[in-house]
């Protein structure tokens, strides 16, 4: 990330925050008496399900770490930390587990 | 189902519900802040994470900080770290980093029945420290308490807020410096990306969450021809949408059915 000066980090760095405060702030701070339409309220129900998701699905089947190749250890590991996050409904437990199962699959094939 | 009978008249309030309701402000302060130590198991780790690959794409300690006071939201602050990382334009990680935390706005919407009658300067405070522990957890309190008052509310809004932010930003800080210590061969690469699924398993609650993850994945993997990032605001979108309709789809049957 050679590209960027400092001055350009802070000011990815501010005006992300101010954003998400913005919309932290919005409907508490400005319509605190108008209820929010319903599709507006469907829609937002899935925003967390439907980015983190389309975010590391890529990472997944092209890892920066191969120059893009499918890598058999991290689709593994992808696998692993998908299921026990689903199973156990523990963010941690998830992660921990994801990261062993990476470790091993990278011994063991890698 | 006999379902009315278990709604609880005015009178007959367990005696969890009795103490909550006799605590000070002060005291329902130390009571969501007590009730929030379990995740700091989550926070302090994903925290120690983020100092770490940030310190890998090469920012330096005061911009670490900078992100987990000024931003503080875990999945944006690594998705800016990450583009950051593949040279994305300063626009797109804005936007993407922004974007992440859509749901902020369901969350100040969700907030608005329990903390809307709080004074102006508490409504600031508590936006700044909405994030996706304070929220679950004090509108789980605040529903199985609904006679509370504003500042009981408030209170234990901002004890669950101090031990949630206050670890994550000394974590990250931490992650930042112990990072230049951390073999090459621990595949931190693959930390972010394991962050991420790991929390979605969580939020499969329903068929709809496992129909709009399913479209982000498929989505997100045609539309990677895309330059930068761009993918992503096709793929979510369409994911949200198709939330949405099986959402729609879910409740006409359940109408049909009852």
Redesign the interface.
Known sequence: MSGYSDLTIWAIILLSGLGTYGLRWSFLGAFSNRPMPVWAQRLLRYTAVAVLPAIAAPLVAWPAATGGAPDPARLIAAVVTMGVGLVTRNVLAAILTGMAALYLGLYLIG | MPATADIPSGDDLTPAQIRALNRSPRQAFWHGLVQSLPFM??LV??GLLFGVVAAE???GLV?VL??ST????G??QF??V?L??D?AP?LV??IT?????????????S??PW??GAT?GQ??L???L?IDQTFALSVQHYEKHPRLSIPQRVGYFLGASVACCVPWVVASGLGHVLGRTIPEGL?L????????????????RTP??IA??L???I???VF?FLPSGL??FV??????????WV??LMERRQGVRA
């Open positions: 198991l989550v780790p994903f794409a090469g920012l911009e900078g992100f000024l931003v503080l939201a999945a944006s998705t800016a990450q950051l990382t040279n300063v990680i804005i980093a922004i974007a992440v935390n859509l749901r902020m706005a369901m969350y100040s919407a907030m608005v903390l809307g102006p409504k600031r508590i936006a700044y909405l595949a690469d693959f930390a972010l990306p394991i962050t991420f699924l790991a929390m979605i398993g969580p939020m499969l709809a969450h709009a993850a479209v982000a994945i989505a997100s993997l990677s993918g992503l793929a979510a979108p369409l994911a949200m949408a198709t939330g949405a959402e729609v």
